[in-house]
């Protein structure tokens, strides 16, 4: 049997999900596919692995979508101050400075993706598959078609491939990336501390990567420690008494004394970016799109404005009875968020680069950088804006307005 869509979404993590959301009620008929189906949440669950800090902008997308609500009511961490620093020179931000409430949220990533799936029941021109793998891809410029290992064959004018960084579908249609590992790879850890709720994320850089802290619910928090795939490797595979004490040993004072320690997972680290977002009838989302170096925490919320994007260029093309699936559509897209992608990743290699040189000259550069962000109100702003997602060329979604109807 064969089903047709105008749109088929492989992949319903994060921004496959928002894409879709972004679509209901529109006139597309359209099916997600998503291979693992989310674990059901219970408040009384230890927190998952898995978390983002979820930028303003980020969270403007989701409410306006409608799936916001479905993350109030589970489980989240607001954060109003962030702190970075190095041996000599330090900022601290603060939400108030701007007058926001908070500067973002950080969210378990399966919270994000149910709230998703539960508005997506919304809408009646959505199918959800899930769980459900894909058997097979046939890509062609007019009409791409999808084989479910338990369904019919899905027949469309679009696909989408929001399927992670090792996306099948972008190879599925041949298309290419830049790619280079990191010489680096994050030890995550999920634990439990002797202070209660904290409202501040911080990371220290050292001369081995940086340490970082981002509060989660009650009294926990989601520690990232970036070191060589070797030493990640080792520490990984300490007893949790042994990591405990070599936490304690390497993370800065203002840790306070970790009581607990909930999970652990190590992520090698990779900067990758596809030659071209879009081919005739195919577009990449998120990191299918896109991987980069997660120190600023920025990979979901640069791929949700790809989701918040690209919704906005198809309905627009649909309303002038323009071919969704036309590479003059998609480059619309294309040219809405590469480069503003290329920008944030190259502000991260930026980044990894000058905070982990040992250069003296480098070093007190950063210091003097670092110390002089403290006293330049405007920069600060600045600095605080571009974190919270609020700069740049922002999709309606993202500035909380609606694109259908
Ligand atoms: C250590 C670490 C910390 C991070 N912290 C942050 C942070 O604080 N803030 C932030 O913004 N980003 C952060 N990121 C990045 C963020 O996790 C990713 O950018 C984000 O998960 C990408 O979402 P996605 O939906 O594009 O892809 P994914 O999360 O990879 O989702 C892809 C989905 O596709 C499904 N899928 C794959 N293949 C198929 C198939 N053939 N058929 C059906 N389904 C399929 C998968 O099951 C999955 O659900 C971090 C990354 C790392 C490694």
Not at 176 to 192: F, I, K, M, N, P
Not at 245 to 257: Q, T, W
């Amino acid at each position: 049997m064969t089903k047709d869509y105008d749109l088929v979404i492989i992949g319903g993590g994060m921004v496959g999900a928002t894409l879709a959301c972004s679509l209901g009620n529109s006139d597309f008929n359209v099916a997600l596919i998503e291979e693992l189906r989310p674990g059901a949440f219970s408040p009384v669950q230890p927190h998952d692995l898995r978390v983002s800090a979820l930028s303003i902008a980020s969270c403007t997308i989701l409410k306006t979508i409608g799936a916001w609500k479905g993350v109030l009511t589970r489980r989240l961490c607001p954060f109003r101050r962030m702190r970075v620093w190095e041996a000599r020179g330090e900022t601290e931000f603060r939400s108030e400075e701007i007058n926001e409430a908070a500067l973002g949220y950080i969210v378990e990533n399966r919270i994000v993706q149910l709230a998703l799936l539960d508005r997506l029941s919304d809408f009646p021109n959505i199918d959800l598959f899930c769980p459900q793998k894909t058997g097979g891809i046939d890509y062609a410029r007019e009409r791409s078609s999808v084989r479910l290992e338990q369904g019919p064959v899905l027949s469309t004018r679009l696909l989408i491939a929001a399927d992670g960084g090792q996306s099948k579908i972008r190879q599925a249609a041949g298309m290419g990336v830049s790619s280079r590992d990191y010489e680096q790879h994050a030890l995550v850890l999920t634990v439990e501390t002797a202070y209660g709720q904290q409202d501040i994320t911080w990371q220290r850089f050292t001369p081995t990567g940086p340490q970082a802290f981002l509060p989660l619910s009650g009294p926990h928090a989601s520690l990232v420690w970036y070191n060589t795939p070797e030493e990640i490797g080792r520490l990984r595979a300490l007893s949790d008494a042994a990591l405990l004490e070599a936490l304690v040993k390497a993370f800065p004072g203002c840790l306070g004394e970790i009581t607990r320690l909930i999970a652990r997972g190590s992520f090698p680290l990779r900067r990758q970016h596809a030659l071209a977002y879009a081919k005739p009838g195919i577009a990449l989302v998120g990191d299918a799109a896109h991987m980069i170096h997660p120190l600023a925490g920025q990979g979901v919320n640069i791929g949700l404005l790809d989701a918040a994007a690209l919704a906005q260029v198809l309905i627009a093309a649909d309303n002038r009875r323009q071919d969704i699936g036309s590479i003059k559509v998609l480059r619309e897209y294309e040219r809405m968020r590469r480069t503003e992608n290329l920008v944030m990743m190259t502000a991260m290699d930026a980044f990894y680069r000058v905070f982990g040189n040992t250069h003296g000259a480098l070093k007190l550069a950063r210091n003097f950088g670092l110390g002089l962000a403290e006293h330049l109100p405007l920069a600060r702003k600045i600095v605080m804006r571009h974190a919270m997602g609020l700069e740049g060329n922002l999709p309606r979604l993202a500035r909380g307005e609606a694109i259908i109807g």
